[in-house]
Nanobody, 126 residues
Framework: EVQLQASGGGLVQAGGSLRLSCASS????????IGWFRQAPGKEREGVSC????????YYLESVKDRFTISSDNARSTVYLQMDSLKPDDTAVYYC???????????????????WGHGTQVTVSS
């Protein structure tokens, strides 16, 4: 069973940085997709960034391009989301999610992800 544990959230001033971590375990197959999602109060959960392990393809929400970077360690146990130049609009609960196999840009679509971890709160003050 795939398990995901997100951590690294916190309170930061606008313009600051945070790095989120997603510790994963239990993948039954060598190829997978992992994504970061966020949900602000009163809004739908949206895909922020994701990648496919088979080809290393990465995808980003337009509003976070050039500010956020997704990466994975070689052991595939942890995925990171480096968030720079944070804005108050980035405030949300952030979740990591995963799917077996390669799903291309669909890894930004929450309906394509089968496994979800608990969220971590990110608050950006103005």
């Amino acid at each position: 069973e795939v398990q995901l544990q997100a951590s690294g959230g916190g309170l930061v001033q606008a313009g600051g940085s945070l790095r989120l971590s997603c510790a994963s375990s239990g993948f039954a197959f060598p190829d997978y997709a992992i994504g970061w999602f966020r949900q602000a109060p009163g809004k739908e959960r949206e895909g922020v960034s994701c990648f496919n392990s088979a080809d290393g393809s990465t995808y980003y929400l337009e509003s976070v391009k050039d500010r956020f970077t997704i990466s994975s360690d070689n052991a595939r146990s942890t995925v990171y989301l480096q968030m720079d130049s944070l804005k108050p609009d980035d405030t949300a609960v952030y979740y990591c999610a995963a799917s077996d196999g390669t799903i291309g840009s669909s890894c930004l679509n929450r309906l394509w992800l089968d496994y979800w971890g608990h969220g971590t709160q990110v608050t950006v003050s103005s």
